[in-house]
């Protein structure tokens, strides 16, 4: 009924739980295909249960499939929880610790059970998650395809004389038309604006003979998209032509190299490696790239210091860059499957 968490429940042993608490909304969504606000779901090795309080009863009586038993909290999760703990002699509960405040971790200290432990036990849900599933990479495409309808739309009125924040508003009503929405607030930065890597949509004139970044992304269904595009306005200078054709090389070469087996670190040093024959290398700051799916960033991240190794059914974006200070910004970024002995440019039809 839920494979997931049948999943997950093959990691209990391994990391010597025999119960693990999700308090992270988009993980209990992955686990159990319905959106999550507010609520906890404890799974042990034969039941599940699903705590949250009466706003959200209807609706999961009415979306969540059979198998997972539905807990109304009057007073707190932590005093449900306990019942649950005690009912089910649960001894050592799993949680990512990652995902409590300093505040809720006390609270639930204070209350549980003397004959339960709480165990360290993080990542088990993202390492699900990392590998995407037929359906999600599906849902991915879905995505990108219509983030290819906004590109098109964007030809059309990316031009000189109309500012940032004027683009943004006719690409936020072409998106509401569609029935979707953004994965994160995009990022339209002209000129000069596009040094900046995380760039604020501002009232700048868009001039003629100058770059425009566009950096945007669509939930389709909870799965994301995460593009940058770069649109080149009138007569460009050779300078930015060469460094925009600096990046794409980068991006190609580490394209490339990518498959299962290697390393992220590799991936990001082919790209890196490169810039910095063409000189370019100190005006690229972050990392090479990142997962995407439920989240707009989720594992694997693409940079120098990861040493962890690409997998089979990731889907990771690309994403070389350059920032001049005060003067341009150039990046572009495409979205890539990890395959066995390769990998898939899910978005090398989007221009």
Known sequence: MYPRIQKLRKLFSKNNIDAFLVTK??????????SASESWLLITPRKIFYITDFRYILELEKGLKKGIEIIQYQTSFYHKLTDLLNKEKVKRLGIDER?????????????????????????LVEQL???????????IKKALEIHDLALKFLKRIVKPGKTENEVFRKLENFIKEHNVGFSFAP?????????FPHAHVTQRVIKNNEPVLIDMGIDFNGYKSDLTRMFFLGKIAPHIRDAAE??????????????????????????????????????????????????????????QKNSSILKEGMVITVEPAVYIPHKFGIRIEDMVLV????CKILSDYID
């Open 99 to 123: 995902h409590f405040t300093h505040a809720q971790y006390k609270a639930m200290v204070k209350i549980l059970p003397k004959t339960t432990r709480l165990v360290e036990a993080n990542e």
């Open 339 to 342: 395959t066995k002995k390769g």
């Open 129 to 139: 998650r990392v590998i995407k599933e037929k359906y999600e990479i599906l849902q």
């Open 187 to 195: 990022i339209i930065a002209s000129g000069v604006n596009a040094c």
């Open 25 to 34: 909304d988009v993980n209990i969504r992955y686990l159990t295909n319905f």
């Open 246 to 303: 600096a990046v794409r090389e980068a991006q190609q070469r580490a394209i490339k190299v990518i498959r299962a087996g290697i390393s992220a670190a590799e991936v990001d040093a082919q790209a890196r490696k490169y810039l910095e024959e063409k000189g370019l290398a100190q005006y690229f700051g972050h990392a090479l790239g990142h997962g995407v799916g439920l989240e707009i960033h989720e594992d694997p991240r693409l940079s």
